[in-house]
């Protein structure tokens, strides 16, 4: 009877291991994040004091979320998902690892409020995008016609 707690202990042990083993495969989420932003744009604001931002987050790497954005552009600049037709300002985005995160029309969109300047067609808006784990990356967004959208964006699925 002396053995049992020895053949226990042993089976803790292999099972321990072969769950490390299971979990060291698939930690694509601890990896380092390599994220690139493309297809950045701002439609140009009709009027008023407000603008939209549209991009992709490409990461080739582990998972990341993006916290913030800020542009001297405006006083503000807050991020929104909508879903079924209701935008809801969200306070940050997961960017998956080895996957996408979509700002686009009708989805996921920057709103750049208390413009200090409205942008016109043509210009490019300084913007700075802060991630968790990335730090800081500053994309220039250039402002396209208010009817811009590109087909690319398109072929994504909203995150």
Known sequence: MKRAPLTLGALA??????????????????????????????????SGDMAAGFFVVRNGGGADTLTSVSSAVAGDVTMHSTKDG?????????VPA?????????????????????PKEGDKVSVKLHFAKSGTVDVAFPVKAATYNPSSHASHSSQ
């Open 13 to 46: 042990v292999a099972a321990a291991l072969s769950l490390t083993a299971c979990g060291s495969g698939s930690d694509a989420d601890s990896a380092r994040p390599e994220v690139k932003v493309e297809g950045a744009f701002i439609p140009a604001p009709a």
């Open 86 to 94: 209701v935008m809801t300002e969200e306070k940050s985005f997961a």
């Open 98 to 118: 080895d996957g996408d995160l979509d700002f686009e029309r009708g989805g996921n969109h920057l709103m750049f409020e208390n413009l200090k300047h409205r």
